[in-house]
């Protein structure tokens, strides 16, 4: 035990020396309150930012949007023409039956508009609706692909399209 009496009372002496050595005591920091001039930086920023929206707003109000009042509607001075269908042209073979020669061709389908109340069609290029006259024919019905014609036989023909 009295060796580690001896080691403490070692160390107590070497610490006295070591501060007799260093100097004099340092003085601890003293912290600044804080100034008035702190705040003016974010309250500046603050400001600009504001000031730049209300000019933009101000420039913004200020672009209005001129609309034409005297410019005539072209929908309503020019009729809008329908487009003319082409008609192909009709290939008619010399036949010797006798019944072909008699029966006339049924007019070629170019197009059906189905409406569930009043569908129309496009035969031989003339717009055609239900009890219509076309190429002596009369038309029957008319649905999604087909138009039904009766002829002066009375016998109904049906055509639809790709025929």
Not at 32 to 37: D, F, G, M, N, Y
Not at 65 to 77: E, H, I, K, R
Not at 109 to 129: E, H, M, S
């Amino acid at each position: 035990m009295s060796l580690i009496n001896d080691a403490l009372k070692r160390a107590k002496q070497s610490q006295k020396k070591n501060q007799s050595v260093g100097g004099p005591a340092l003085m601890p920091v003293e912290q600044e309150s804080p100034s008035a001039l702190a705040w003016i930086l974010p309250v500046a920023i603050i400001i600009l930012i504001v000031a730049a929206c209300f000019v933009l707003g101000l420039a913004m109000a200020k672009h209005t949007v001129t609309t034409v009042v005297n410019a005539p509607d072209l929908a309503a001075t020019q009729e809008v023409a329908a487009p003319t269908p082409v008609v192909p042209p009709r290939v008619q073979s010399a036949s010797t039956n006798t019944e072909m020669a008699t029966a006339p061709e049924p007019p070629q389908l170019q197009g059906i508009f189905y409406d569930p109340n009043r569908p129309w069609a496009i035969l031989d290029g003339q717009t055609v609706y239900i009890g219509d006259r076309v190429g002596g024919f009369h038309v029957k019905g008319i649905s999604k692909y087909t138009v039904t014609l009766t002829g002066a036989d009375g016998k109904p023909r049906t055509i639809s399209l790709g025929n």
